[in-house]
């Protein structure tokens, strides 16, 4: 197929952003997301808010993807779209969409892996982007997956590592709400990190498998800590604030570094990639960039855009997919729980 002819939608809906994006040969012609405010009141995602919000948005941001990227649907090659993993009422808008979309215009259709595609958002054509030599080390961190995968090729990929209960972004946002911070919390610890004593307060890093993590034992760790220096200070918390988050995130920098030396040193695989939501706390990519200078490791980190939940991913999946002839059947489904 020549590819200069390929022109993907890529649908993504896993949780609650409502994405849409276009890509062209590799490059992104336009991005759109439209984010979900509602579930700050509630400290959270709530499933059912957010698959109704998807319904509501869907429509208009695929329009407005089409209209950014200058691009007619009928000039579309194919539709790629989120099948999972992700909130099953989510992925549902997302899916049946797409589906019915395709079908319309009689063009093929591309289920993506919300993971894989936060791996292969590195190939996404952008000046001064380096693209990651195969194989490579990736390790996928967000809200609700921490993995360390080994790259082969494309479409061969390995967990070597995973988490056993929580995930890291998780682990940030649970610390932060008991910290009383608003949601999302993650964010915003990580602001408030940067002006604090990393040293201040140590936390215990669980002790699981050689690869694998597990984030239930810090977020208990922490809380713990601040019943106990509230019971003795009201206002231990307003006080050492910075501190504290500093704290919390020096640990769980240090732990997912930890492995990440584990998994390089097994391998002998020294080409580190991220992706997922977690990639764009200014701890980690500071812990690589020093990595990179410390141990010789060429360390690969996407831009903002392309760290969180967005369709510039899953249209570069589709892409990749089209060109080696991965379509979809029309009958597949949406799945909750969708491993690499």
């Known amino acids: 197929m020549n590819s200069s002819n390929i022109c993907v939608l890529g649908i993504e809906s896993s949780c609650d952003d409502t994405a849409a ?5 590799g490059r992104i012609l336009s991005n759109v997301i439209a984010t979900q405010k509602i579930h700050e009141e509630y400290g959270g ?8 919000a998807h319904q509501q948005n869907i429509v208009p941001v695929v329009h407005q993807a089409l209209v950014k990227a200058n ?4 000039q579309l090659s194919a539709i790629a779209f989120t099948r999972g993993p992700g909130l099953m009422g989510s992925l549902l808008v997302g899916t049946s969409f797409a589906k019915s979309l395709a079908m319309g215009l009689n063009i093929p259709l591309i289920e993506v892996n919300h993971m894989q595609a936060h791996i292969l958002a590195h190939f996404i054509d952008e000046p001064e982007q380096e693209k990651p030599e195969f194989p490579f080390l990736a390790m996928t961190i967000s809200g609700g997956h921490t993995q360390i995968v080994l790259v082969k090729d494309y479409f061969e990929m390995e967990v070597i590592g995973q988490t056993l209960d929580d995930a890291v972004g998780e682990a940030f946002d649970k610390s932060a709400k008991i910290l009383g911070l608003p949601y999302p919390g993650g964010p915003v610890l990580d602001k408030l990190a940067q ?22 034992g810090l977020k208990t760790a922490v809380l713990y800590f601040v019943q106990k220096k509230t019971q003795e200070d009201p206002n231990f918390v307003e006080n050492n604030l910075n501190d504290i988050c500093a704290s919390i995130q020096y640990t769980i920098v240090e732990y997912l570094m930890d492995k990440l030396k584990k998994a390089v040193k097994t391998t002998g695989i020294n080409r580190i990639a991220i992706g997922g939501g977690v990639s764009a706390n200014s701890g980690i990519r500071r812990a690589l960039e020093l990595a990179s200078k410390d141990l010789g490791w060429k360390t690969y980190v996407p ?16 892409q990749l997919k089209l060109e080696r002839g991965l379509i979809s059947d029309t009958s597949v489904t949406a799945k909750a729980r969708f491993s690499l």
């Open 21 to 25: 994006a276009v890509i062209q040969n």
């Open 45 to 52: 995602v709530v499933p059912e808010l957010a698959s109704r």
């Open 71 to 74: 691009i007619d649907k009928k």
């Open 195 to 216: 002006e604090g004593d990393p040293l201040a307060f140590p936390f215990p890093k669980p002790q699981v498998g050689p690869l694998d993590f597990s984030f239930s």
């Open 303 to 318: 831009k903002f855009e392309f760290c969180t939940d967005n369709a510039a991913m899953i249209a570069m999946v589709g």
